[in-house]
């Protein structure tokens, strides 16, 4: 049986992730004008360049393959949350600072850790943070940097607002 085009290893693997890398250098050479004004071959060819260079290696290829299911499943669920918020509060209403600083925290978090699975870099950093011997050590200085960085912000928040 033939199998399909859109789940042949060629196009998932190489035809794909080239589009995706040509197609975001391009957007961002002919956004920032780095090149030039008005150069679009020269940014149509980059783009070509880095998108090869890309296909090229494995190791990269694979990483950016395999984040993509993570950002359309991320897509999905703030997609959702934003039609719950919607339903429940009216409209959404972004301009409030702590919205955007608590959806930029658990983001970034979030894509660094898939990022970090699928690197291999994972089960290093998990074991070192939370094995006994070392990971005790790293989160007693942690927790000794947070006192003296508490304690800092607490006399410079004291020192510039009191009365004399």
Known sequence: MVEPIFINSIFLDYILPFVL????????????????????????????????????????RNIIVQLMPFLAVIAVVLLVFMLIYGMVFGKWDISHVSIKIIFGI???IGILIMVLIIAGWWTLIYTRLFS?????????????????????????????????
């Open 106 to 108: 658990v983001l970034a």
């Open 21 to 60: 890398v040509f197609t975001l250098i391009f957007a961002i050479l002919q956004k920032t004008q780095i090149l030039g004004e008005g150069k679009k071959q020269i940014d149509a060819i980059m783009g070509m360049v880095i998108g090869l260079i890309l296909i090229a290696f494995p190791f990269s």
């Open 132 to 164: 006994k011997t070392t990971g005790a050590n790293i989160w007693i200085n942690v927790l000794i940097l947070a006192v003296l960085v508490g304690a800092v912000v607490a006399v410079l928040k004291g020192s510039s607002g009191g009365s004399k």
